[in-house]
């Protein structure tokens, strides 16, 4: 982790000359995410091969586990010869001991905290409940660094608790199915920065993932031969647990029904022939809230899944429900005139009302996307606040309104990773933030946030680099403290925990590696490398408009499945720019860089030659070069006092136009930078 580390320190330095003062109190460490309280002082304790580890007189299975994954990934990052048996709690000296008073629940509210201290004496790791432990080993891990006499672990008195309870990732396996070592290794990233909450959506139009015995129609037509059977589950949930991880699941109806109904049509809102969906967007089938069947079926399938996950919620979906085969169905109509429904809504808390005592029945939380919230609704449903202004709606709007209804609500507005924006754009956003005009009350029912991952265009190998590393930066909203929230910092803390997370197995930068070796046939990838840094893919729902651009079986391979939602070359280069501008002095190599992109369009155009499937970028590439050459232009304009003509402005403006336009459904990233660098010499100019 040295040289990792000597970079972080080397990109604050660059930060605080080009963009603003760091917080010292954030910056002394790159941890994420950052605990509540930490104090560093000289000195540091040193670790070799005898490294031994006292567990205490409580010593729990999960905390044996847990100990065992420490010394694993201890020996990963440091190569020492260490050996498991060097877990134990009869040694009366040992390099860390850990303490704890209790074995620890999964559950919302269980404590977490802990207390880690690093002196010359050891490493002192005390926590009320294992799960606790579990948190700061993982903390500890990341103190981990080395110099000439070996590897060590700063002098530190850290105190840590997390600020929410809920801290979730969701993950679609419904419209591409994820197989079992993508979870598997995604959990381990998970208790890495400290998530606690897996939410598995398992059922869409696109498929039906959850072995059903009782019905077992639903996985020979409901899904392609792909679906997690009941074993798997339980061992997934069983490690999870041991991972300090809550796993739900998610059956969404009424809508989103399109699987199911291929099983029993029968089910429908319309008479008709039921196949599988393989585009993504919202469609028309619906379960027939009217018909006493359909509870009779959710209430066995509901009960076989709580079987298998001992969770207390259970997600019901209930979005994106249009109503028009309730709106076509003429005993739907019907039934909703003698019961005095008036709206597709109220129908629909109909059925989410009849599914809330099915699930009372098994002991179970409903949960639900914000949707579901109606004034009968009873006030033990969780609500699932996830539109915002891509929506048409105001960001948080449902959150609090479900807050100030007495309902506990957690928030996914502004955390869809797979809309493609920044981590920044993830940062800013706070489920609860001291500005909000809430009271003490609602605030206490705002459990947290959740990540989510709808897989229309994630497939297992692009899925890690569309999670990671963001992810942990929401993690660290979630955990850490509210005033923790200085952007350019948690860029720097977050590139050295994008190579720590490879520790655990993630694949986020070793795949997107690998569709560039396979788009560069054969040739040397840095030309692609230097330009893929400088691009973003499409934000929100611009790459796939419609919906019907990809389909389940599209190649997702291509240029943009390479790219990722924050492009830290352009990020650099754009820093470098603002610091020119602002007539600051360190700001790089600027000049040397852009040369280097001047020429990369030529470097480029002999891979496309024999890469048919580049060809999308060509235009791409050559505007990045073009930009490259009017921003050296306008520095050499501005140094020497020079004047362009108007012509120049004219064609520089033309250029930059089009260098924002797409190129292989990616989005150059340097274009207002430059653009701003062309305005201020057009200022001096005027």
């Not at 609860?432 to 206490?444: K, N, Q, T, V, Y």
């Not at 990233?669 to 653009?675: A, D, G, M, P, Y």
Request: aromatic share 10%; with cysteine; net charge negative.
């Amino acid at each position: 982790m040295k040289v990792l580390k000597n970079r972080y320190r080397q990109f604050l330095y660059s930060c605080f000359l080009s963009i603003a003062t760091i917080t010292l109190a954030q910056a002394e460490l790159p941890l994420m995410p950052y605990p509540r309280s930490i104090e560093v002082t000289d000195g540091k304790y040193y670790l070799d091969q005898s490294f031994q580890i006292n567990l205490g007189e409580v010593m729990t299975n999960r905390l044996n586990e847990e100990s065992s994954l420490f010394i694993k990934q201890l020996v990963e990052q440091t190569g020492l010869f260490l050996n498991y048996r060097q877990v134990n709690s009869a040694v009366d000296v040992a390099d860390l001991t850990i303490k704890v008073d209790r074995f620890g629940i999964v559950k919302m509210g269980e404590d977490e905290s802990y207390q880690l201290t690093v002196n010359e004496s050891g490493i002192a790791l005390n926590a009320t409940t294992d799960i606790g432990a579990s948190r700061g080993l993982m903390t500890l891990l990341q103190l981990i660094d080395g110099d000439e006499n070996g590897y060590y672990v700063p002098h530190v008195a850290i105190k840590d608790a997390p600020r929410f309870q809920w801290r979730g990732l969701m993950l679609d396996v419904a419209r591409h199915y994820l197989p079992l070592e993508t979870l598997y290794r995604n959990i381990d990233a998970m208790a890495a920065v400290k998530l606690n909450v897996l939410h598995l959506h398992l059922s869409d139009d696109q498929g039906f993932r959850f072995e059903s015995k009782l019905f077992p129609d639903l996985n020979i037509k409901g899904t392609d031969g792909n679906y997690y059977t009941q074993g798997e589950l339980k061992d997934l949930i069983a490690y999870a647990d041991q991972r300090g991880i809550m796993i739900i699941p998610e059956i969404d109806v009424p809508g989103h029904a399109t699987a199911i109904l291929t099983a029993f049509p029968e089910f429908g809102s319309k008479d008709t022939t039921y196949v599988l969906e393989r585009f993504a967007g919202i469609f028309d089938p619906t379960l027939d809230p009217t018909n006493e069947e359909v509870y009779a079926f959710l209430d066995k399938l509901f009960g076989e899944i709580i079987e298998v996950f001992p969770a207390p919620y259970f997600h019901i979906g209930g979005d994106e429900n249009l109503g028009k085969h309730w709106d076509q169905n003429a005993d739907i109509q019907a039934f909703m005139r003698s019961k005095g429904l008036e709206t597709n809504h109220e129908l629909q808390s109909y059925f989410n009302l009849r599914l809330q005592r099915i699930l009372n029945k098994y002991d179970r939380r409903m949960m639900g996307w914000e949707e579901i919230q109606t004034n009968e609704l009873e006030e033990s449903a969780v609500i699932h606040s996830w539109r915002g202004a891509w929506e048409g709606a105001e960001p948080r709007a449902s959150l609090y309104h479900a807050a100030s209804e007495g309902y506990e609500t957690i928030l996914s507005n502004g955390y869809y990773l797979d809309l493609i924006f920044t981590a920044e754009d993830s940062y800013r956003v706070d489920p609860a933030p001291s500005s909000a005009d809430i009271s003490d009350e609602e605030r206490s029912k705002i459990l947290g946030g959740e990540v989510c991952m709808w897989s229309e265009l994630v497939v297992p190998q692009t899925i890690d680099s569309r999670l990671w590393p963001r992810a942990a930066a929401i993690a660290e909203r979630f955990w850490s403290p509210e005033a923790i929230k200085d952007v350019d910092d948690m860029y720097a803390r977050m590139e050295v925990i994008s190579l720590w997370l490879e520790n655990f197995g993630l694949k986020h930068i070793s795949s997107p590696n690998r569709i560039l070796r396979k788009l560069a046939a054969g040739h040397d990838t840095a030309p692609l490398e230097r330009l893929l840094a400088l691009v973003e893919p499409m934000k929100g729902y611009t790459r796939n408009p419609g919906g019907t651009m990809y389909n389940t079986f599209s190649p997702y391979t291509k240029w943009a499945d390479a790219a990722t939602a924050d492009a830290l070359g352009a990020r650099r280069l754009n820093n470098q720019i603002e610091c020119y501008l602002n007539g600051k002095m360190g700001c790089g190599q600027i000049k040397d860089d852009l040369e280097e992109l001047a020429d990369n369009h030529g470097q480029v155009q002999l891979i496309i030659q024999d890469s048919p499937s580049l060809r999308e970028i060509e235009q791409l590439s050559a505007n990045t070069s073009k930009v490259a050459v009017l921003a050296i232009e306008a520095m050499n304009f501005m140094e020497t006092n020079a004047k362009p003509n108007p012509k120049w402005f004219a064609e520089a403006k033309e250029l930059l136009t089009a260098a924002s336009q797409q190129g292989g459904r990616t989005e150059l990233q340097i274009v207002t930078s430059i653009t701003n660098l062309v305005a201020a010499l057009e200022g001096e100019v005027k």
